[in-house]
Structure formats: C-alpha cells, structure tokens
C-alpha cells in the first residue's frame, strides 16, 4: 500500500516561497499510470486541488494558482516537491500531497496525513 508523508516548514513569512516534500513508499512516482497531486485546505473552507506531477513528469496546475506554483520530483528519492512563491496569509492551510487517478482531489486514492503551514510575520 502507498504511503505519502509531506514535510516542510510550518511557518513561512509573507512574500517568502513556500516549500514541501512529499516522500513516497510502498510505489514509485514513476508507475503508469498516476498523477501525484498537491491539495489544500485553508481554515474554515474546502479542498483545493493546486497541481500534479503525471508519471510521466508532466506537470498540471490549477489556473488559479498556476503563476505562483512549481512542482517538480526526484525519482531516486521518490519524492516530489510543491514550491508556492509570494505567499500571503491566504495561503495559510493544510496541505496534502496524494496518489491520484487523475487530475482533481476527487481522483485521490492515498493521501498523508496533511502538514500545517501558517504564513505570518
């Protein structure tokens, strides 16, 4: 069974690029034919997919946040990582990193536990 673990800092400061990783096990990033997905969820509100990396390495984000994130992976660490430039308190929330079928929180099969990120100065 995949397992997904995030890690990263806490707490960021406004205007700063937020960073996470996402440590695979029990699967690789690699496998036909899955889309490892960066979702969050901000206090008080609902799930927001960001973006995925396919198996393929091909990258898809959400039109609203596209100009801000970057996802990128390491194959020989099986990890992936979700980068979030100019952040503000609005990006305060939980993130996740998932397993998907597609592309959409809805498409998630296997997702860690969630990592808080607070951004404040």
């Known amino acids: 069974q995949v397992q997904l673990q995030e890690s990263g800092p806490g707490l960021v400061k406004p205007s700063q690029t937020l960073s996470l990783t996402c440590t695979v096990s029990?699967?690789?990033?690699?496998?036909?034919?899955?889309?490892w997905s960066w979702i969050r969820q901000p206090p008080g509100k609902g799930l927001e997919w960001m973006g995925a990396?396919?198996?393929?390495?091909?990258?898809y984000y959400s039109p609203s946040l596209k100009s801000r994130t970057s996802i990128s992976r390491d194959t020989s660490k099986n990890q992936f990582t979700l980068q979030l430039s100019s952040v503000t308190p609005e990006d305060t929330a939980v993130y996740y990193c998932a397993e998907c079928r597609g592309l959409g929180y809805e498409e998630c099969d296997y997702w860690g536990q969630g990592t808080q990120v607070t951004v404040s100065s």
């Open positions: 029990g699967g690789s990033i690699t496998t036909n034919y899955y889309y």
């Open positions: 990396i396919a198996y393929s390495g091909s990258t």
